[in-house]
């Protein structure tokens, strides 16, 4: 199958200790998908005493002259390792939006629909939430731009680089879950 999805590859920046084995049942690892067409973006987190640690984040990237079928094929495949190699408890994924666009939102659908069912498919929890909710418990404002969004995730996750946008808005979200949703009087996560 990979040689039929011979293309770009997804970008991943997985830190060089992500690699140390922690028994399972003193963590939680949690993945947050930023779902998108041309660029998924996704983040996995560990929740551990002190604060969270950034294991993987990354960008599934698809070629403007691809088809869409291949493309959520692209997503689906490409998250489906990131979940074997991280085997992430609960997933979180950015809530609908209303596009003005319908077009817009039917393939914005989809390719939130490719991620998902590659995370049913291991029997993981899937929570969503608002952007502008995720914003808000990040930034503390929940019309930041997303370049406030990607540097707070920086300094909260103590990462070297700034995150590529879609990366950021998915660590972004494994990050509020990980805040228990007290924060800001957000409500509890939606179970999809």
């Not at 103590?158 to 800001?184: E, K, M, S, V």
Request: with cysteine; glycine share 8%; net charge positive.
């Amino acid at each position: 199958m990979q040689q039929r999805l011979d293309g770009r590859k997804a970008r991943v920046a997985i830190p060089p200790d992500a690699s140390r084995l922690v028994p399972r049942a003193s963590r939680q690892v949690v993945i947050g998908i930023d779902p998108s067409l041309r660029g998924t973006g996704f983040g996995v987190i560990r929740l551990e005493k002190s604060s969270p640690v950034a294991l993987a984040q990354g960008t599934i990237s698809c070629p403007k002259d691809w088809e869409r079928s291949r493309c959520l094929a692209q997503i689906s495949q490409s998250l489906r390792v990131v979940l074997q190699r991280f085997q992430p408890d609960v997933c979180v994924v950015e809530g609908l939006f209303f596009a003005q666009n319908l077009k817009t939102a039917i393939i914005m659908g989809e390719a939130r629909g490719a991620a998902m069912a590659a995370v049913a498919e291991c029997g993981i929890e899937i929570f969503e939430i608002a952007t502008r909710k995720v914003k808000l418990a990040i930034v503390g404002y929940g019309a930041a731009q997303k370049i406030a969004v990607a540097k707070m995730v920086q300094r909260m996750l103590n990462l070297a680089d700034l995150p590529a946008p879609d990366a950021a808005d998915a660590l972004a979200l494994a990050l509020t879950h990980a805040q228990g949703n007290l924060r800001h009087g957000l409500k509890p996560l939606k179970k999809v």
